[in-house]
């Protein structure tokens, strides 16, 4: 069966589709041909090239920076985990505000501890590990994890602020999470800046130039 632009019939001259592959159901829905001219076969080898090239270059080469990036990030998570019971502790304990604010008032003070240190935590080593993704992504690791981390210390410095609680309790969770998010991306940037994680180069020869 002849194609037309509107599809195939049964019998008929052919339509100016004839000889190419039936067109898709959802192109047959546009009346403009260039919404049903088809890609050749070689199109998609060609947009990925670069891409092979750019995960072998990646995958072959070694990052001076992520050794002491990961020492560093494991100190740190450990020292804030420390640092988040026992501020809470001496805060909720003494001083008898209820931080942090999500815990609730109902919450005890070593159980309140206990799950703010882990939130610490969990929060470097995730800092730790996009630190990790941007080494071998971006072009420069240590700018783009600044606006992502400094982004990210916003966010959660102002969450406490939006949950129903004691307006105490609310601002020394958000002082805390502010102190200690600031504290963890400026360390991880200065180390990896330290060891060498400047511009990247791409798989053609290229060198992004400016600050890292």
């Not at 001259?13 to 009346?31: C, D, I």
């Not at 640092?83 to 001083?95: D, E, I, K, P, T």
């Not at 105490?168 to 060498?196: D, K, M, P, R």
Request: glycine share 14%.
């Amino acid at each position: 069966m002849p194609d037309t632009p509107f599809g195939r019939y049964s019998g008929g001259l052919p339509g100016r589709h004839a000889g190419r592959p039936a067109p898709r159901p959802f192109e047959r829905s546009f009346r403009c041909s260039s919404t049903a001219r088809r890609r050749s076969a070689e199109a998609p080898a060609k947009r990925y090239q670069d891409f092979v090239a750019l995960h072998e270059e990646i995958s072959g080469r070694s990052d001076p920076a992520l050794r002491p990036l990961w020492w560093t990030g494991a100190a740190c998570a450990l020292v804030a985990a420390g640092l988040a019971f026992a501020v809470v502790l001496g805060v909720r304990g003494l001083l008898g505000v209820q931080i942090p604010v999500f815990a609730g008032r109902h919450t005890g003070t070593g159980a309140a501890a206990t799950s703010y240190a882990l939130c610490a935590m969990a929060g470097t080593i995730q800092a730790t590990a996009l630190m990790h993704l941007l080494l071998a992504t971006a072009a420069r690791p240590v700018r783009a994890f600044g606006w992502i981390g400094g982004t990210a210390v916003v966010l959660v410095a102002v969450l406490p602020l939006t949950l129903h609680g004691p307006p105490a309790a609310a601002l020394a969770t958000a002082g805390l999470n502010l102190a200690g998010g600031a504290g963890v991306i400026a360390l991880l940037a200065a180390v990896v800046a330290a060891s060498g994680g400047g511009p990247r180069g791409w798989p053609d020869g290229r060198v992004r130039r400016g600050r890292p």
